[in-house]
């Protein structure tokens, strides 16, 4: 039986940590401030967006929500995240994704101060993460989260194969740079991948971020491996599972994570540290 990673848990303690650093930045007179902006109606967004808003609060995180209509334009989306370029009391811009049709999202985050990129999206620190550079900059809060809960397991990562089946930008893509500059040899597979249950069975560290309901079954899994499930799908009755097949895959698997409760809330937990994180760099480079 695997040991079952407590994304839950594993959030709790991060928060726990992200509030005793907002608590010393306060005695320095420093909050750091997070704004969110939101675009339409999507009911799921909007839910993410809440939550991100009711955790920063808690954390002593000064945070901002805008809402804007589907209407926006380009243009008036672009002067507002000028204007929060501008805030100095901002230290964290992100635009929910997805944004509605007729919005071009790449042109929207390349317009974010890449300081100020707290999701990690821009460009610019797209290829810092890929080409391994070294010092400070921001990159995508749910592979860095994944990052953390890997490092709980006290595992040594170097050498090892890692699958990652997925090759979004907010996931798959960032996390084989992660898993890459972790010294792992990692393959990225995807919609098109042949033979991909023989792939999977290669995996030391298996991470799936698909949305395709139980894409990997038990038999996928290699005996002892690491199984990260970032899906969110809904089951025939609504209930939220994920791209593994939980059941099938626990007594095959060292470790697994579970749906939800797993990678999910770590997403929210590090979108908060690196809030902090970037504050306290603006802070650096301001005594510099
Ligand atoms: N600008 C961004 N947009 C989106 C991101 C992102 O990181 N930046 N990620 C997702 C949505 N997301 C945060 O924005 C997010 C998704 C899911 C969860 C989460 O806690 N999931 C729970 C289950 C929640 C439920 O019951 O539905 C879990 O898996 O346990 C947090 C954040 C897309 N957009
Ligand atoms: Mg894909």
Redesign the pocket.
């Known amino acids: 039986m695997a040991i079952i990673i407590n994304?839950?848990q594993i959030a709790k303690d991060l928060n726990a940590q992200t509030q005793q650093r907002v608590a010393a930045l306060a005695e320095q007179g420093v909050v750091p401030g997070l704004a969110?902006i939101i675009v339409g109606d999507d009911p799921?967004?909007a839910?993410?967006?809440r939550?991100?808003h009711r955790k920063a609060v808690k954390l002593g995180i000064k945070s901002i929500v805008r809402e804007l209509p589907a209407t926006i334009t380009q243009a008036e989306l672009l002067a507002i995240v000028a204007e929060y370029n501008h805030d100095d009391s901002i230290h964290g811009i992100?635009?929910?994704?997805?944004l509605p049709v007729g919005l071009d999202e790449q042109t929207v985050v390349a317009a974010i101060d890449p300081a100020k990129d707290v999701?990690g999206?821009h460009p610019l620190n797209v290829g810092r993460l890929f080409a391994n550079l070294p010092g400070h900059y921001p990159v995508?809060?749910?592979p860095r989260g994944i990052m953390t809960m890997l490092g709980t397991l006290n595992e040594h990562l170097r050498g090892k194969q890692a699958v990652v089946v997925g090759r979004s930008m907010?996931v798959g893509r960032p996390m084989a740079a992660m898993l890459l500059n972790a010294d792992m040899t990692v393959t990225v597979a995807h919609v098109h991948t042949k033979h991909l249950s023989e792939l999977t069975r290669t995996a030391d560290v298996l991470v799936v971020a698909t949305g395709v309901t139980h894409l990997i079954k038990g038999n996928d899994v290699k005996r002892g491996a690491i199984v990260i499930d970032v899906g969110?799908d809904r089951d025939e009755n609504g209930k939220?599972t994920g791209d593994v097949d939980f059941d099938g895959a626990v007594d095959r698997a060292g470790a697994i994570t579970?749906?939800?409760?797993?990678?999910?809330?770590?997403?929210?937990a590090t979108?908060m540290q690196q809030t902090v994180d970037l504050c306290e760099w603006s802070e650096e480079l301001g005594s510099n």
Do not use: E, H, R, W
């Not at 992100?94 to 997805?98: D, E, H, Y």
């Not at 579970?258 to 929210?268: D, L, N």
């Open positions: 994304g839950k969110v799921a967004s839910i993410y967006v939550n991100k992100l635009v929910q994704s997805p999701d999206f995508s809060c749910t907010i969110m939220l579970p749906v939800p409760g797993g990678v999910g809330p770590m997403t929210i979108l």
